[in-house]
């Protein structure tokens, strides 16, 4: 392939502009912020089911002490009319008398668990309540770490976005002023060999494996027409001689 050393020099500076639009692309893609956001998010998603836990718990807590609650006026409403029957000296009958006495002790017993049983889940919901406060303020110091961390995000972002639109202009003007076959070629390499496709040749070494020519493949290049595109044995990447190659 035939391409004047001009072109072939301006080969570079598009690589120069693919390097810079990958190197962007990178660092988008790696920003701290993303595995800020991404934690905060997954740390979100865990407090919400524990808040929801708490919630349910206090809920289902609410529903048994109002059950509780229930049967406690129950046992009150009954023992209240015993109490009425036995004050008002109604109840001649003796044995009556005794079994209405021994239920007043036994209403007196169950009250007094029922209401050991509620104040134990009164204290319980109490504790619950606190728990689901300092979860509540967890979430939202997680929640401001994140958008914190999203304004960021954008921010450097948008510092990014410009960086690679202004390069892919510069590109886009550049790419056309070249041949296409040799754009062609440039391209199927880069797409190989790392996103790099032509490499300069600087001081005997390809700028693209970073490897010093050997003497026989270095006399090959020197003696290859100036008009000539060449490819480094090593990596086959296009080899762009240049002021500074040693030849």
Do not use: W
């Amino acid at each position: 392939m035939k391409a004047d050393p001009a072109t072939q020099l301006r080969l570079l500076d598009l690589q120069a502009l693919d390097t810079a639009l990958d190197r962007l692309a990178a660092r988008r893609r790696a920003l701290p912020e993303l595995a800020t956001i991404a934690e905060r998010s997954a740390a979100l998603d865990s407090a919400d089911a524990d808040i929801v836990r708490v919630q349910t718990e206090i809920a289902d807590i609410g529903r048994a002490q109002r059950k509780l609650e229930t049967e406690i006026e129950l046992v009150r409403t009954r023992a209240d009319r015993n109490r009425t029957r036995v004050d008002s000296g109604q109840v001649g009958n003796p044995r009556e008398l005794e079994n209405l006495q021994a239920e007043l002790a036994s209403l007196a017993r169950r009250q007094g668990v029922l209401e050991d049983e509620a104040l134990e889940r009164m204290e319980a919901v109490e504790a619950l309540e606190v728990k689901l406060t300092d979860q509540v303020s967890g979430r939202e110091r997680l929640a401001d770490e994140r958008q914190a961390a999203e304004a960021r995000r954008d921010e450097q972002f948008g510092e990014i976005d410009t960086e690679a639109a202004k390069r892919r202009g510069e590109r886009d003007a550049l790419a056309p002023s070249l041949p296409g076959p040799l754009i062609t070629l440039y391209e199927r390499i880069r797409s190989s060999s790392g996103g790099v496709g032509a490499a300069a040749l600087v001081r005997r070494r390809c700028e693209g494996c970073h490897l010093e020519l050997s003497g026989g493949d270095l006399r090959a290049v020197a003696a290859a027409p100036a008009d000539e595109v060449v490819r480094c044995e090593e990596c086959r990447r296009i080899l762009v001689r240049t002021a500074e190659s040693g030849l």
